[in-house]
């Protein structure tokens, strides 16, 4: 049996969670509405104040199944209660940010500075020239914008350079080392 799907998934208060056909979850919370549409094969019941997931079989696949739909509606939960964020930080000389509106405009050594607008139900937050924080309820959209945010300049080994997730640790190497 599946550790993590057969647990129950406790429903704060002030979040609704609606199954509809074809295993259509909605859970609506104080910072937004999520929707989803599940596997179809697994089985989702909203009893009282908690959502349980259950599988028809023991296949291999209905298992993986299993573990998934579950984890899917609890991040869709804690995301409405909670939210999501991610913490960048720019490394460099020279290497900064910048906000106006929904632009984020990044100046990473490039000859020109990296546009970027916050796709829908995600927020970004500068702190300082060189933290960005992506905020938002939907933990896939925010992971997937820190990660386009990270591709713009990557940390590379010998300085360290680049835009890196705040608890991230770079592997240093060392540079080259002259003739004698």
Known sequence: MSRIGRMPIAIPAGVTVEVAENNQVTVKGPKGTLTRVLPSE??????GAEVTVSRPND??????????????IHNMVVGVTD????????????????????????????????????????????????????????????GQFAAEIRD?????????KGIKYADETIRRKVGKTGKK
């Open 152 to 160: 713009k300049r990557r940390p590379e080994p010998y300085k360290g």
């Open 42 to 47: 697994m089985e989702i019941k909203v009893e």
């Open 59 to 72: 296949l291999k696949k209905m298992k993986s199944l299993h573990g998934l739909t579950r984890t899917l």
């Open 83 to 142: 939210g999501y964020e991610k913490k960048l930080e720019i490394n460099g000389v020279g290497y900064k940010a910048a906000k106006a509106g929904k632009n984020l405009t990044l100046s990473l050594g490039y000859s020109h500075p990296v546009e970027m607008t916050d796709p829908e139900g995600i927020e970004t937050v500068l702190e300082g020239q060189n933290i960005i924080i992506v905020k938002g309820i939907d933990k896939e959209k925010v």
